[in-house]
T-cell receptor, first 112, second 111 residues
Framework: EDQVTQSPEALRLQEGESSSLNCSYT??????LFWYRQDPGKGPEFLFT???AGEEKEKERLKATLTKKESFLHITAPKPEDSATYLC?????????????FGGGTRLMVKP | ETGVTQSPTHLIKTRGQQVTLRCSSQ?????VSWYQQALGQGPQFIFQ???????GRGNFPPRFSGLQFPNYSSELNVNALELDDSALYLC??????????FGQGTRLTVV
């Protein structure tokens, strides 16, 4: 059965304190690993897609990496506005669009 | 902003009633998916529509149904509402190359 697990469930950081969020997965027929940011009461906001092991993508203070079994979202020198829930999802092989299986998310709180 | 819009933003219904949620996809996106997100959990895939036909379904009963229209807009219908149906319902549209871009969601409360 396809499974996506995120850790930790919650993370408290001081402003400027770098850290990493983990997303481990067991799926057959991976078709992309997706990272989203979600603010309370809003829809997920797309951050990155990774397709193959060794791939890395960066956006401002965020950097996503992918191996064959897990992905990391590295946050460098976070600011309070980075506080949100970060979701990872795997896309499954199908012929149209992407059906995504999500992890439970990591709730990040950055204190000034 | 993704260009995916959902209506209404909030809704309160009584157990046993029926509800219709609407989604307008982003221009150029030919696939639409619906997800249910309970409080504190990740979204769960309900179903997906491509060229007006359902082509994938998650572990949801038949009282969850949908439609996709020629202009790629979509509806999610839920019959015989239960208290556990209270959740944030998310619509996502996908371009041909893949990926999913979400709307702001509809918060459904069943009382």
């Amino acid at each position: 059965e396809d499974q996506v697990t995120q850790s930790p469930e919650a993370l408290r950081l001081q402003e400027g304190e770098s850290s990493s969020l983990n997303c481990s997965y067991t799926v057959s027929g991976l078709r992309g690993l997706f990272w989203y940011r979600q603010d309370p009461g809003k829809g997920p906001e797309f951050l990155f897609t990774l397709y193959s092991a060794g791939e890395e993508k960066e956006k401002e203070r965020l950097k996503a990496t992918l191996t064959k079994k897990e992905s990391f979202l590295h946050i460098t020198a976070p600011k309070p506005e980075d506080s949100a829930t970060y979701l990872c999802a795997v896309g499954l092989n199908n012929n149209a669009g992407n059906m995504l299986t999500f992890g439970g998310g990591t709730r990040l709180m950055v204190k000034p | 902003e993704t260009g995916v819009t959902q209506s209404p933003t909030h809704l309160i219904k009584t157990r046993g009633q029926q509800v219709t949620l609407r989604c307008s996809s982003q221009s150029g996106h030919n696939t639409v998916s619906w997800y249910q997100q309970a409080l504190g959990q990740g979204p769960q895939f309900i179903f997906q529509y491509y060229r007006e036909e359902e082509n994938g379904r998650g572990n949801f009963p038949p009282r969850f149904s949908g439609l996709q229209f020629p202009n790629y807009s979509s509806e999610l219908n839920v019959n015989a509402l239960e208290l556990d149906d209270s959740a944030l319902y998310l619509c996502a549209s996908s371009p041909p190359r893949g990926g999913a871009f979400f709307g702001q969601g509809t918060r459904l409360t069943v009382v």
